[in-house]
């Protein structure tokens, strides 16, 4: 759909003409090419001579594979960031989207057109590299569908295929804030899939490396591709740069810190010490980008001591916004040029060879875990051990920091937040970190009594500790809310998913109880358990799975946050002892197993100590049966106690209403409902006075209608 068939379109008046926009965007692209090109040249990754009777792919593919690679990711980040821009940056006065936000998603829908042919062209020229035919032999439909279905290169590939479909899809359809906000989305996650392959994947300590990667690549992507949103609009002469320009620049100081920090960690783990930094030629290339990353950081905080408060100072009048905006494209122009010359140096940097030393020592338990052995379990190695495990790494920084940063805005309005929500969130932080990262997290890759005990604390105990944390409340709390009158804000986003049809679907008790009792049987007792044990994401996939499917039990037991089911203390204790049974049938079945379970997995590995596998075994359902009693104990408690409250609630509740009768017999009057009466009642009139509250704000920042 266009922009016109979406409204009226405002008046062109743009402060910076056309033709200089174009001009500063071909700027952008010719100086990623070169350094992409000078890098591949001095890094050793441009094409070298094969020698004659090898087989050659040839010049397009040694040059056109980069290139491609180039391609899919400036025009990666001009989506993603477009979409932000709609969705998130500029304000739109109501769900359907405004006539700028509208244009900048139908920009985002070509972007993603050009990403997808930028894909489908990566995926040909890397069939082409792996057998080393040039690309015009290898356009056979049996050789792409193998390469797609059975490498993971192409799988990856395939995969962000797919999504950016869905991206150019919603792009083209979209004709609300929520539709934008899910395509970028989309966009988000179309990102990861080639992190998690190619270079990362091949080094030791690989979970930090793909994980670190996956970040790395995220928030650069939010970054570059917001400013080049703003600058978009600031081109087109938007009015609205004061409620887009303060919101972009919190947004970019975090991926400021995540692409310092995920850059460091990647590196570390390529170069393996601070040696190989003077001596090899991608040492070198990751020195250039920690000098870009200064650079950019300059331009960062000219934004936000200048460039900020000038916006925001200079928007009431229109002479002034004109000149702000000027200004502003001016600025981040050249910062985007910046930002483009460090992402030609980023897609050399992934085809250069990290240095010789830094691939893991090998052995047959290396090989499959991605780093060595450890010793037998010992106090000290449980308490102190530790496995690089980059994605629980990532969930613990980020949720640690979040409801930090949430308690902090919290506070700040004034607001008390009870401090048991924060014992509990950050209790269940420490367990998460053991149980993946620490030394149980260790031992949990080659015991299974380890695995088990694991298992029981991420979905069982960690779960609990999360959900009585209240984050979907602080966050509601926190969020900010709409700019200008009528706006979807971050808040009313959350509160639109809280709303939504499948988060009610997911919610409801039966299937989060059906969802708990089925994840065991259904790992344990098919193939899945040895597939998932034998690859990294597999791993990392079931400790997510654990605690996902615990959170979601839990949050319907004991949870505190708004739940669209509202089901009574007795059927929340029903509830627990229907999973009861289930769960200790499960560990019997396991304790009297006869079968090793991934047997494959385990005897590669060449343990060695504890060889008795089966015995492991029957000591980890051992583990398992005991330990169930434990959230049992915590779900009652909490269950009771809630209970309690919600007796003494009602109780007050009778003694108001009776008062209230009372005074209106004696008055001769009508009361109003009691506040406090239900907490749901008061969950929304709370919610009811923070939009009134947001829409008063909201209207005495903003009277206009924004473009
Ligand atoms: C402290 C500064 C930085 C360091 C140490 C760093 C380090 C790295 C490393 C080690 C990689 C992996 C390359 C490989 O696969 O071998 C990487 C990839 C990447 N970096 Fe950075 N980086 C930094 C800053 C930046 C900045 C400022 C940007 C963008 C504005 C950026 C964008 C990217 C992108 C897009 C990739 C993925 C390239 C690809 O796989 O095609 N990096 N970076």
Request: glycine share 10%.
């Amino acid at each position: 759909m266009t922009a016109t068939s979406r409204g009226p379109r405002v008046a062109r008046d743009r402060p910076v003409p056309r033709a200089a926009s174009l001009r500063w965007a071909a700027l952008g692209a010719v100086v990623a090419l070169v350094v992409l090109v000078v890098v591949l040249l001095v890094g050793g990754g441009a094409p070298q001579p094969v020698p004659d009777g090898l087989p050659d792919p040839g010049p397009v593919t040694g040059w056109g594979l980069p290139v491609a690679r180039l391609l899919a990711e400036l025009a990666a980040m001009a989506s993603v960031g477009l979409l932000l821009t709609a969705a998130l940056l500029l304000p739109s006065p109501r769900d359907a989207l405004a006539d700028l936000p509208a244009r900048a998603v139908a920009l985002a829908a070509r972007a993603a057109t050009v990403w997808l042919l930028a894909v489908v062209a990566e995926a040909v020229l890397t069939v082409s590299e792996i057998l080393g035919a040039p690309p015009g032999q290898v356009l056979d439909p049996t050789l792409l569908r193998s390469f797609l279905g059975q490498t993971s290169d192409g799988r990856a590939l395939l995969v962000q295929a797919v999504l950016v479909v869905v991206v150019c899809v919603l792009a083209r359809t979209a004709t609300t804030t929520r539709a934008v906000a899910l395509g970028c989305v989309v966009a988000l996650v179309a990102l990861v899939p080639p992190a998690l392959t190619g270079h990362a994947a091949s080094t030791g300590s690989h979970e930090l490396a793909v994980a670190s990667l996956a970040v790395h690549v995220l928030a650069a992507s939010v970054w570059v591709g917001g400013l080049a949103g703003l600058a978009w609009a600031a081109a087109q002469g938007s009015d609205t740069l004061r409620h887009a320009v303060p919101r972009y620049s919190t947004v970019a100081g975090w991926c400021f810190v995540a692409v310092a920090v995920s850059g460091v960690v990647n590196a570390g783990v390529r170069l393996q010490g601070f040696t190989p930094l003077g001596t090899s030629a991608y040492g070198g290339l990751v020195l250039a980008k920690v000098a870009a990353l200064t650079a950019l950081g300059a331009f960062g905080w000219h934004h936000r001591r200048r460039g900020v408060p000038d916006v925001v100072a200079r928007a009431g009048t229109a002479s002034g916004r004109r000149e702000t905006a000027r200004l502003f494209f001016t600025v981040a122009a050249a910062e985007l040029v910046v930002m483009a010359a460090t992402v030609g140096l980023a897609v050399g940097l992934s085809r250069t060879p990290t240095p010789p030393g830094a691939a893991l020592a090998r052995s047959p338990a290396a090989e499959l875990l991605g780093f060595p052995m450890p010793g037998p379990p010992s106090l000290r190695s449980l308490l102190l051990g530790w496995v690089p495990d980059g994605f629980a790494l990532t969930f613990l920084v980020v949720a640690a920091l979040l409801y930090a940063r949430g308690i902090r805005s919290v506070r700040r309005r004034g607001d008390a937040w009870p401090w048991g929500r924060v014992v509990s969130w950050y209790a269940a932080l420490v367990v998460f970190a053991w149980a993946t990262i620490g030394g149980l997290g260790l031992y949990s890759h080659v015991m299974f009594s380890a695995h088990m005990v694991a298992h029981m604390l991420l979905s069982m105990v960690v779960p609990i500790g999360l959900v009585l944390g209240a984050p979907v409340t602080l966050a509601m709390r926190a969020l900010p809310g709409p700019r200008v009158r009528g706006e979807l804000g971050p808040r009313q986003l959350l509160l639109a998913v809280l709303h939504s049809r499948p988060f009610r679907v997911v919610t409801h008790p039966l299937l989060v109880l059906a969802l708990f009792v089925a994840s065991l049987y259904a790992l344990y007792f098919t193939p899945l358990f040895p597939t998932l044990m034998h690859s990294h994401l597999g791993h990392v996939a079931m400790e997510f799975h654990f605690v996902a499917v615990g959170c979601l039990f839990f949050f319907v037991l004991v949870g505190i946050d708004p739940t669209p089911w509202r089901i009574p203390p007795i059927a929340r204790i029903g509830l627990l002892f229907a999973a009861m049974p289930f769960h200790a049938f499960f560990s019997i079945a396991i304790m009297s197993g006869d079968r090793v379970l991934a047997p494959a997995y385990f005897r590669a590995l060449h343990r060695p100590f504890s060889t008795d596998l089966l015995g492991d075994q029957h000591l980890g359902g051992g583990i398992g049966w005991a330990m169930g009693e434990l959230p049992i104990l915590l779900v009652l408690g909490a269950v009771f106690v809630q209970w309690a409250r919600s007796d003494q609630r009602e109780a007050d509740r009778f003694d108001r209403v009776a008062d209230r009768a009372q005074r209106r017999t004696s008055l001769g009057g009508a009361g109003d409902a009691p506040a406090g009466s239900d907490p749901l009642a008061d969950y929304n009139a709370y919610l009811a006075s923070l939009a009134a509250h947001d829409a008063r704000d909201a209207g005495a920042r903003d009277g206009g209608t924004p473009r």
